[in-house]
């Protein structure tokens, strides 16, 4: 069935691309000088990750690098979101830097432009040195000069060339996940550890910022959020109340401060207890004028009221249990959850610009027959570009969609099971095939 929309329908200078992250596709873990960074660590630590898969070797796109950006140009893809692996560029988190690893990113963003693709850059994408979380990482608020220097780093080398900058990949989530929940890098659990981790990298995306304003000539600078539309069980007054609790949780705590709305207190009363590492100046400091946010969505979240679960006092009700339909990572299928997001953000004064920098899914893809017929997935992105394109429609502020994700990658926690990529990878020879939805997806941006 034809798609109901055409690529002109989004107008002509809207961006497309394709996002991917350093350490779930380079390997070459420690290859020309690499440090280690807390994914490597906490990766080869036995049970943390499903199957005890590793990211060593990943997509190895730091040996595939050309054949890959070949790839994206054969699939008519003009914009490249990629992150830089802090350790492969300083290896000691601060100090020396690794003429090798820089030398690979050269390679990388020049491929980029002699195909007449654009590169958009992410700071950090989570794999955190190593050596800096033995000093408590995120924790520790010296990562304020840690990050600075990172960043100034970057901005020197690179920004010659890259004018797309994006500081940080969703704060909620590698500080949730790595530092209350425990199930991500660098594996800490518990309020003492989220809280300052939460604020010292609220503090880092306005730092990171200004550097890239300061250092690198016209460049567009932004940063990435993880957000769900937030639902709650139903309209009695305490869910409704645990998903305003939720929703400032996850969609709203590393946004407002720096466009100077300060943490939602009110709505959640939890954040508090930041009090103690905020210094006076802090809250002024969070403040920066992004030229665009990259907002990132996969699905919407339904909330009921629990005493049980501390300091939000709300449960995710999960998505199998509601009887809907679910991607390979138990996430509802609801594409109305992205129209609604982009409508959310829309409402703060002073984002000049949103782009959607991340949406995607994982299906049980089967090679057969030399081809991967993932029809799920296709079906998937039209349905989320057609909300894309209803938002737009609507006059909202909506400049760009990336998907996620170019090749099959290393999943995180979940390892290489989830597939979430347009192109199949066999992680045994490297081989790799455009998916049917990657064949689309080229089509699409071909017309
Ligand atoms: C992250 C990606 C991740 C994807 C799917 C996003 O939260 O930025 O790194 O692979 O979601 O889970």
């Known amino acids: 069935m034809p798609e109901p929309f055409a690529k002109s329908d989004f107008g002509p200078h809207f961006v497309w691309g394709i996002s991917t992250a350093s350490f779930q596709t380079e390997g070459a873990h420690d290859k020309d000088g690499k440090g280690h960074s807390i994914w490597d660590v906490f990766s080869t630590q036995k049970g943390a990750i499903a199957n005890n ?57 020049d491929c980029c432009l002699q195909h007449g693709i654009t590169p958009w850059v992410t700071l ?42 994006m500081v940080m990949n969703e704060p909620m989530v590698f500080t949730g996940a790595g530092y209350f929940l425990g199930v991500h890098a660098p594996g800490k659990k518990g309020m003492r550890h989220f809280l300052p981790a939460v604020h010292h990298a609220q503090l880092c995306q306005a730092i990171g910022g200004r550097i890239l304003r300061n250092s690198v000539a016209g460049a567009s600078i932004g940063t990435t959020y993880s957000c769900s539309f937030i639902e709650p069980k139903n309209t009695s007054k305490r869910h409704k109340k ?8 996850l969609n709203r705590m590393f946004l407002e401060p720096v466009l100077g709305l300060g943490y939602p ?23 920066f004028d992004f030229d665009f946010i990259g907002i990132q969505n996969y699905t919407r979240e339904i909330v009921r009221h629990s005493c049980l679960v501390p300091y939000v006092g709300a449960r995710l009700i999960p998505a199998p249990q509601r009887g809907v339909a679910t991607t390979l990572m138990d996430w509802e299928v609801f594409p109305p959850s992205i129209y609604e997001m982009i409508k959310k953000y829309n409402g703060y004064k002073n984002i000049p610009r949103i782009l959607i920098t991340e949406n995607g899914s994982a299906f ?65 020879t490297q081989k790799r095939i455009i998916k049917r939805s990657g064949q689309w997806y080229a089509s699409f941006l071909g017309q």
């Open 124 to 165: 950090y994408h989570w794999d955190l040195p190593h050596t800096l979380q033995l000093k408590g990482g995120w924790t520790n608020r010296e990562i304020l000069e840690w990050f600075g220097q990172y960043a100034e780093v970057c901005a020197t080398l690179f920004g010659d060339r890259v004018k797309h900058w």
């Open 364 to 428: 049980p893809d089967k090679v057969q027959q030399g081809r991967v017929e993932d029809a799920a997935r296709t079906a998937y992105l039209q349905d989320h570009l057609a909300q894309v394109l209803r938002a737009k429609q609507e006059g909202l502020s909506v400049h760009g969609y990336f998907v996620w994700t170019f090749t099959d990658n290393f999943e995180w926690a979940e390892g290489y099971h989830p597939r979430f990529g347009l192109v199949h990878v066999d992680f045994d």
């Open 265 to 287: 207190i009110e709505d959640l009363p939890v954040l508090n207890r930041l009090q103690p590492y905020i210094q006076p100046t802090d809250m002024r400091d969070s403040c």
């Open 242 to 249: 645990a998903a305003l609790r939720v929703d400032a949780l």
């Open 53 to 109: 898969h590793t990211a060593k070797i990943a997509c190895d796109f730091y040996h595939k690098y050309q054949e890959d950006i070949r790839l994206l140009k054969a699939m008519n893809i003009p914009h490249f979101r990629f992150s830089l692996s802090w350790s492969r560029i300083l290896p000691q988190g601060t100090g020396k830097i690794n003429k090798r690893g820089v030398s690979f990113y050269n390679k990388v963003i």
